[in-house]
């Protein structure tokens, strides 16, 4: 759904129609405004009422799936919304009705809240949300907002004034090379499943590659020959990323040997009984692992923050690392990328500017 087409329901005398003809349905959205409220008939004749934020939400729904959004980015998008709704109560849900103040009363109240409060399989843990959370839910929220408004659904943006809360700059701890080592000795090699597992845990220390990416690997994404791996990163761009010749060597042993008859798959990494590995699956492996390596903490989010720093450390500069990383901006990589107390320390005492004076 376009700008455009809302543009031109608002300038109709009643509603303004879009029709998509498919071989097999047709479908119909229509839009219908009135100061602020919507009306919104879509799909085989349904029709949906836009004047609270669950109706809101599903007219959302619709627009993001026709735009082709990662369903990530929907699931984030109104969930979050959704949290909003459940702290404004039942009798606040009218669009017409929402201000900025709701979400700055919003932001106040989560910062006051408990861990994993009213989850379905979780007991509520003592700590508050963490402030990265909260930043989550608000961008969410001011996002949908903004695309109410970007559509003209909506007037006017009430929280277009309200600030993003600040999260406190943090060194990420990342794995010593030592611990890296120890991690990558916990499979057994010998036998298929350890090898497929070290051979994962391995990619990621090399390519820094996110958890989806490695995920979702197929069979032809992976160039042994010239020595690339075809990721699909966010927002759907792919990009190339090089691998060293101790990884292709490990990926190609697994495809010739490790690796299990597919079942209807084009997936690179099987399960043994020949399905496609999930991410899921991938972080319960490491997790597995971490146990067996005496790790306090880690994951494939650690693991790709482990490898940004040594690729650093180890000489590598941060423009080639931003598009290993897939990053869009330099920034984007140089916060990643934080030196640990120690790098920063073994620096000073081979440049320090008091050491070099001769007094």
Not at 141 to 153: D, N
Not at 215 to 242: F, H, Q, S, T, W
Not at 313 to 324: E, I, M, V
Request: charged share 30%; net charge positive; with cysteine.
């Amino acid at each position: 759904m376009s700008s455009n087409l809302a543009r031109d329901a608002s300038r109709s005398t009643g509603a303004a129609a879009y029709k998509e003809t498919t071989p097999k349905n047709t479908h119909y959205v229509a839009l219908r405004r009135s100061t602020r409220r919507v009306s919104a008939l879509s799909c085989q004749g349904e029709e949906y009422t836009m004047t609270t934020l669950a109706e809101a939400l599903k007219v959302y729904r619709i627009c993001a799936q026709a735009e082709g959004k990662s369903p990530k980015t929907v699931q984030w998008i109104m969930s979050s919304v959704t949290y909003f709704s459940e702290f404004l109560g039942p009798e606040r849900q009218d669009i017409d009705g929402i201000t900025g103040n709701d979400l700055r009363q919003f932001i106040i109240a989560y910062q006051q809240r408990p861990r994993f409060l009213k989850h379905p399989f979780l007991k509520p843990r003592p700590e508050k949300l963490s402030a990265q959370t909260i930043q989550t839910y608000v961008r969410a929220i001011r996002a949908f907002f903004g695309f109410l408004y970007q559509e003209e659904l909506i007037d006017y943006n009430p929280m277009q004034k309200v600030k993003v809360p600040r999260v406190p700059k943090k060194v990420v701890p990342t794995l010593s090379e030592k611990e890296v080592i120890r991690l990558l000795s916990q499979p057994d090699r010998k036998r298929a499943r350890g090898f497929r597992d070290y051979a994962i845990m391995l990619t990621f220390i090399d390519t820094a590659a996110r958890l989806s990416e490695i995920a979702l690997l197929e069979v032809d994404d992976v160039d042994l020959e010239n020595g690339y791996l075809k990721v699909l990163g966010k927002d759907k761009i792919e990009r190339y990323i090089p691998i060293g010749h101790k990884v292709a060597k490990a990926l190609l042993k697994y495809k010739l040997k490790h690796r299990p008859d597919p079942l209807g798959t084009e997936r690179f990494w099987l399960t043994v009984g020949g399905r496609p590995l999930s991410g899921g699956r991938i972080e319960k492996i490491v997790a597995e692992y971490k146990v067996k390596a005496g790790l306090k903490r880690c994951y494939p989010h650690k693991l790709r923050h482990t490898s940004s720093v040594m690729y650093l450390r180890n000489g590598g500069d941060p423009f080639s690392l931003q598009k290993k990383l897939g990053h869009s901006s330099l920034q984007m990589t140089r916060h990643y990328a934080n030196l640990s107390d120690s790098d920063v320390r073994a620096q000073h005492l081979k440049y320090g500017v008091a050491d070099r004076l001769k007094t």
